[in-house]
């Protein structure tokens, strides 16, 4: 069975930061890509970071360029988002997605979701 399984989010004050983490099973980690999508209420979804488990070739949307970065710990089958800086906007539900060859808005895999709220 495949899994995405999704932690770290929470409440922050603007400037802060936090860390999300993503553990897959169920499939080989090497042979996907896997990403962050996130989605607040009333705004469509928006696809912010994807890396290559196999060349580690990353991508970032223009909103968090700078702020986010986005890592892999393939013994661990495990991705990782630090959102650093935070702002108000970053608030949203952050999905992890899984895909062959690179992320997309309409995934192979989902996890369920990790709330990310940032206070001003």
């Known amino acids: 069975e495949v899994q995405l399984v999704e932690s770290g989010g929470g409440l922050v004050q603007a400037g802060g930061s936090l860390r999300l983490s993503c553990v897959a099973s169920?499939?080989?980690?090497?042979?996907?890509?896997i990403g962050w999508f996130r989605q607040a209420p009333g705004k469509e979804r928006e696809g912010i970071s994807c890396?290559?488990?196999?060349?580690?070739?990353?991508y970032y949307t223009d909103s968090v360029k700078g702020r986010f970065i986005i890592s892999s710990d393939n013994a661990k089958n495990t991705v990782f988002l630090d959102m650093n800086s935070l702002k108000p906007e970053d608030t949203a539900v952050y999905y992890c997605?899984?895909?062959?060859?690179?992320?997309?808005?309409?995934?192979?895999?989902r996890g369920q979701g990790t709330q990310v709220t940032v206070s001003s």
């Open positions: 169920g499939f080989t980690f090497d042979d996907y890509a």
């Open positions: 890396i290559s488990t196999s060349s580690g070739y990353t």
């Open positions: 997605v899984a895909e062959i060859p690179w992320c997309s808005l309409t995934p192979d895999y």
